[in-house]
């Protein structure tokens, strides 16, 4: 079973930087779409990024100019690097790919920004 896990998060100040990690378990990586979704308590979850296997990107209007998705394919590795961070952007950070014909998820990091 693939299993996609993600690190990088915590608490920071307005204004401030994350970067986050997900590292996914499967040798079908590179040819993978990965996407960042988060989820705020009370709020659905919404697409925040995604990355194509020829690295195409796509962001969520609320975090274009701000946030960059990225992979490295030699560490199974896609990043988000998250700056001028806002409240509004509190949540938890999950990485999703479709592997073996299912959708599948990590457990999520979160990410809380302080005033």
């Known amino acids: 079973q693939v299993q996609l896990v993600e690190s990088g998060g915590g608490l920071v100040q307005a204004g401030g930087s994350l970067r986050l990690s997900c590292v996914v378990d499967?040798?079908?990586?590179?040819?993978?779409?990965i996407d960042w979704y988060r989820q705020a308590p009370g709020n659905q979850r919404e697409l925040v990024a995604s990355?194509?296997?020829?690295?195409?990107?796509n962001y969520a209007d609320s975090v274009k100019g701000r946030f960059t998705v990225s992979r490295d394919n030699a560490k199974n590795t896609v990043y988000l690097q998250m700056n001028t961070l806002k409240m509004e952007d509190t949540g938890v950070y999950s990485c999703?790919?479709?592997?073996?014909?299912?959708?599948?998820w990590g457990k999520g990091t979160q990410v809380t920004v302080s005033s």
């Open positions: 990355i194509t296997s020829d690295s195409i990107t």
């Open positions: 499967s040798s079908t990586f590179s040819i993978k779409t």
């Open positions: 999703h790919g479709f592997f073996g014909l299912r959708h599948t």
